[in-house]
């Protein structure tokens, strides 16, 4: 079943746990990055330059309205400049949705201002080594659990 950008939510909450809060004022453009690195096998019994699958590599790229009362603002910025991981589940829908969950760094909280504009933040995450719980696919709609 095809999905509207806007059905996407990004929930967050305390590391450590499942995200279940909902992020509610990020703007038009949501980036979920993920790729594997690989390692060349090239051996000269064959003809073929062949790969081998490595590790995973994920990153969130988000803008984020600066409603500085807001809570889910709060959280994502006291996230960067406490150095602290955050729970993130970057979800393609509120009711069974399907994502990436992990505890997050916040590794960019960029302000940009526009002359007639709100005041947006560009927030860069990626999952976090200070964590215990392991990055996962997850949510309802199959793939790798």
Do not use: C
């Not at 095809?2 to 909450?13: L, M, R, S, V």
């Not at 499942?18 to 038009?28: G, M, Q, R, S």
């Not at 809570?71 to 399907?98: H, K, T």
């Amino acid at each position: 079943m095809y999905k509207i950008g806007f059905e996407a939510k990004i929930f967050y909450g305390a590391a450590g746990s499942t995200a279940a809060t909902e992020l509610k004022h990020v703007t038009d453009s949501v980036s979920l990055n993920i790729e594997k690195g690989s390692a060349e096998v090239a051996v000269r019994s064959s003809g073929w330059k062949k790969v081998l699958s490595g590790l995973k590599d994920a990153s969130v790229e988000f803008t984020l309205a600066g409603d500085t009362s807001d809570a889910g603002f709060l959280a994502i910025q006291n996230a960067f400049f406490n150095d602290d991981p955050i729970a993130l589940f970057i979800a393609d829908a509120e009711v069974g949705g399907v994502g990436l969950d992990a505890d997050f760094e916040v590794l960019t909280f960029n302000r940009t201002e526009g002359l007639e504009e709100v005041i947006n933040y560009a927030v860069t995450v990626k999952p976090s080594a200070n964590s215990e719980r392991e990055p996962a696919w997850s949510g309802t709609g199959g793939g790798g659990e």
